[in-house]
């Protein structure tokens, strides 16, 4: 599956489901892999800098994402989150690293999704 389809996925203004996904540790771990799978262009296990830049990418594609984009729109921004992810800085995300990814990700979903039913 492409990332972008599963960005499509949990990114979706289903926030009852990223909820679901949110409050099982189970559900987070199968639904990160799976994401994670479809990040690592290469299949190394690991997530580089380029595969985060290109999934950073596809986020902000989502208009949903309003707030998200703020955050992380520029190149500064996206080296500054990849530092902040690669907990243990050897240049790569590990997929322990990219699960706390995937929460922030999804959290951060929920509060675009609750603003903008304002
Ligand atoms: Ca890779
Ligand atoms: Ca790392």
Known sequence: MEVKNIIDIFF??????CNEIL????RISEESQKVFNAVDLNKDGLIDYP???NLIKEI?????????????LTQD???????????????R???????EIFIDLVAAN???????NK
């Open 77 to 91: 921004k996206i080296k500054q989150t990849f530092d902040t992810f690669d907990t243990n800085k050897d240049g």
């Open 51 to 53: 595969e985060f830049t």
């Open 12 to 17: 979706s203004s289903d926030v009852k489901l």
């Open 110 to 116: 929920i509060m675009a999704q609750t603003d903008s």
């Open 60 to 72: 902000e594609k989502r208009s949903c994402m309003d707030e998200f984009e703020k955050n992380y």
């Open 93 to 99: 995300i590990h997929f322990n690293e990219f699960k």
């Open 23 to 26: 409050s099982d540790k189970s």
